[in-house]
Structures are given as structure tokens and as C-alpha cells.
């Protein structure tokens, strides 16, 4: 069964970094053809609602939330099937578990989802 595995969260001042990775394993479509996906990173916040932070698709064409442009940078490597969000200038309000997604279509709801990884960034 296919894994979406995300980890590089943690806890960082305001104004630093992090870079998460989501890496894909295990028989499954999504291994296999994991170039023509659509990758995305989703975070939620304690009682807010799940958002979508950024997407990739298959063509290398990037989507951002409004509030994490010119800070987040989202990436892919197809041959090692790993999504990266590099993330600066954090700021407090983006504290949340951030998840990793796949779908073939850039769906708001994608097939697949990792296991989240916690961002807590202090003031």
C-alpha cells in the first residue's frame, strides 16, 4: 500500500526556517507514475480548518495561499519521489500540522494524504 511520509517540522522562532519533506513508498499507483501527480501541502491549526498551503503539478506549475507567498517555496524530485515545502520568515499564525497530498487532478479533496508533521513557531 502506497506511504506518504512527511517529517522536518519542529519548533523554530518567529522568522526562522523549515523545511519539510514527504516522501512516497510502497506499491501503488502513486509510486509508479508519481511524476504525473499533483502534490500539495494542507496544514490545520488547532480549531480552524484544514487550508491548502501549496501546490505542484505534473508540469512543475506552482499554486500558493495568499499568506505564504514569497515565503514558502514548494518543490518536487520525480526520480526520488520526495515533495519539499522550504519554509521562511515563519511567522506565529503558522503554527499547524502541515500534510502532505497527492491527486491526480489538484483535487481540494486528494486521494492521498501523509501522516502530517507538527510546525510550532514562537513569538
Known amino acids: 500500500q502506497v506511504q506518504l511520509v512527511a517529517s522536518g517540522g519542529g519548533s523554530v522562532q518567529a522568522g526562522g526556517s523549515l523545511r519539510l519533506s514527504c516522501a512516497v513508498s510502497?506499491?501503488?499507483?502513486?509510486?509508479?507514475?508519481?511524476?504525473?501527480?499533483?502534490m500539495a501541502w494542507f496544514r490545520q491549526a488547532p480549531e480552524k480548518e484544514r487550508e491548502k498551503v501549496a501546490s505542484i503539478d505534473s508540469s512543475g506549475n506552482t499554486m500558493y495561499q495568499e499568506s505564504v507567498k514569497a515565503r514558502f517555496t514548494i518543490s518536487r524530485d520525480n526520480s526520488k519521489k520526495i515533495l519539499y515545502l522550504q519554509m521562511n520568515s515563519l511567522k506565529p499564525e503558522d503554527t499547524a500540522m502541515y500534510y502532505c497530498?497527492?491527486?491526480?487532478?489538484?483535487?481540494?479533496?486528494?486521494?492521498?494524504w501523509g501522516q502530517g508533521t507538527q510546525v510550532t513557531v514562537s513569538p
Open positions: 510502497g506499491p501503488g499507483l502513486l509510486y509508479f507514475i508519481y511524476s504525473r501527480y499533483c
Open positions: 497530498a497527492a491527486d491526480a487532478r489538484c483535487s481540494a479533496d486528494p486521494t492521498y
